[in-house]
């Protein structure tokens, strides 16, 4: 294997889960939050069996970046291929991990180029069972939104676990390459309030609740990489942080074009919860520097 993962068994049977992270190689507290579940989780506490890889594509984590030492981003390269580069490589390694797997979690920060809200989300799968039990483990994670998109989307962990109809979700958790210790403690407890809600663990302490709750299946929606993007090389300057409520128009930062050194304020093009922001300054054109969704507020009982 291309990747390390260890199974911790149960010693009653039950349902098999997998947890992965690193899958990009620059968001560091998802792997912590990994190796800590593999040293916590005790195998008399576990009804079945959870499968721990906290770092999938590891030449990305050993240059600290997203993307591989091929230049691929594991997240667009999945089924991948047995004998091709190491990204697709570890891609289809992934792939035959799922296929040992009844459920799947997948661990994210924003990288050192995102702050990202603290969010819980999946694919909105046109199996209603699957689609419930993916509401189901988003909202027992326990995060500020819980956010369900576009399912037609292909590369990506969850592509394959709709796929298989393996319920799945993803999590985000802040970002920008500065150590957050609250992230990794969030993605520790978030993954064992997941056990719990799958009949896995018992927990003791009182579970949090998400506040905030969206699903747009429309093309596009949920994706982090191709919202707002920069019309130029140069220097953004944010004004807004994750979770801030906007209304079309608002400026969010400004950007400082390399090739004239002027200042141009960006507005948001719709209004909503601010889900991911660009936080480090260099941006270069097409990269993006906001995404902005509507999610509803919900109510208590
Ligand atoms: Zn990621």
Same mark, same amino acid.
């Given at each position: 294997?291309?990747?390390?993962?260890?199974?911790?068994?149960?010693?009653?049977?039950?349902?098999?889960?997998?947890?992965? /992270?690193?899958?990009?190689?620059?968001?560091?507290?998802?792997? !912590?939050?990994?190796?800590?579940?593999?040293?916590?989780? $005790?195998?008399?506490?576990?009804?079945?069996?959870?499968?721990? /890889?906290? =770092?999938?594509?590891?030449? *990305?984590? $050993?240059?600290?970046?997203?993307?591989?030492?091929? &230049?691929?981003? +594991?997240?667009?390269?999945?089924?991948?291929?047995?004998?091709?580069?190491?990204?697709?490589?570890?891609?289809?390694?992934?792939?035959?991990?799922?296929?040992?797997?009844?459920?799947?979690?997948? +661990?994210?920060?924003?990288?050192?180029?995102?702050?990202?809200?603290?969010?819980? &989300?999946? +694919?909105?799968?046109?199996?209603?069972?699957?689609?419930?039990?993916?509401?189901?483990?988003?909202?027992?994670?326990?995060?500020?939104? #819980?956010?369900?998109?576009?399912?037609? #989307?292909?590369?990506?962990?969850?592509?394959?676990?709709?796929?298989?109809? #393996?319920?799945?979700?993803?999590?985000?958790?802040?970002? %920008?390459?500065?150590?957050? @210790? =609250?992230?990794?403690?969030?993605?520790?407890?978030?993954?064992?309030?997941?056990?719990? /809600?799958?009949?896995?663990?018992?927990?003791?302490?009182?579970?949090?609740?998400?506040?905030?709750? *969206?699903?747009?299946?429309?093309?596009?929606?949920?994706?982090?990489?191709?919202?707002?993007?920069?019309?130029?090389?140069?220097?953004?300057?944010?004004?807004?942080? @994750?979770?801030?409520?906007?209304?079309?128009?608002?400026?969010?930062?400004?950007?400082?074009?390399?090739?004239?050194?002027?200042?141009?304020?960006? %507005?948001?093009? $719709?209004?909503?919860?601010?889900? *991911? =922001?660009?936080?480090?300054?260099? !941006?270069?054109?097409?990269?993006?520097?906001? #995404?902005?969704?509507?999610?509803?507020?919900?109510?208590?009982?």
């Amino acid at each position: 294997m291309l990747f390390e993962s260890c199974k911790i068994v149960g010693h009653v049977d039950g349902p098999r889960l997998l947890v992965t /992270a690193g899958v990009h190689g620059d968001e560091w507290e998802a792997m !912590i939050a990994v190796r800590r579940l593999a040293e916590t989780l $005790r195998p008399e506490e576990i009804r079945g069996r959870v499968t721990l /890889a906290p =770092i999938l594509n590891v030449s *990305a984590y $050993r240059a600290s970046r997203r993307v591989g030492e091929d &230049g691929l981003d +594991l997240a667009r390269t999945i089924p991948g291929v047995r004998d091709g580069s190491p990204t697709q490589q570890v891609a289809f390694q992934f792939t035959k991990l799922l296929d040992d797997a009844d459920y799947y979690v997948d +661990l994210h920060t924003g990288g050192v180029r995102l702050s990202i809200w603290p969010l819980a &989300g999946y +694919l909105i799968h046109s199996d209603h069972a699957v689609l419930e039990t993916q509401r189901l483990m988003a909202r027992a994670f326990g995060l500020n939104a #819980v956010w369900g998109t576009d399912p037609t #989307v292909e590369g990506r962990t969850l592509s394959a676990a709709r796929d298989r109809s #393996v319920p799945a979700i993803y999590v985000e958790y802040l970002g %920008s390459g500065i150590f957050c @210790p =609250i992230a990794v403690q969030a993605l520790v407890t978030g993954c064992k309030q997941v056990m719990a /809600a799958l009949g896995m663990v018992r927990l003791n302490e009182s579970c949090s609740k998400p506040r905030f709750f *969206a699903e747009d299946a429309r093309p596009g929606a949920g994706h982090l990489q191709a919202s707002h993007p920069a019309p130029v090389d140069g220097l953004f300057e944010t004004i807004v942080a @994750p979770g801030d409520l906007v209304e079309s128009g608002d400026v969010i930062g400004h950007l400082t074009a390399d090739a004239c050194g002027a200042r141009q304020p960006i %507005s948001a093009d $719709r209004g909503g919860r601010v889900v *991911a =922001i660009r936080t480090l300054p260099r !941006i270069q054109a097409g990269e993006a520097m906001a #995404v902005i969704a509507p999610f509803e507020e919900i109510q208590d009982g």
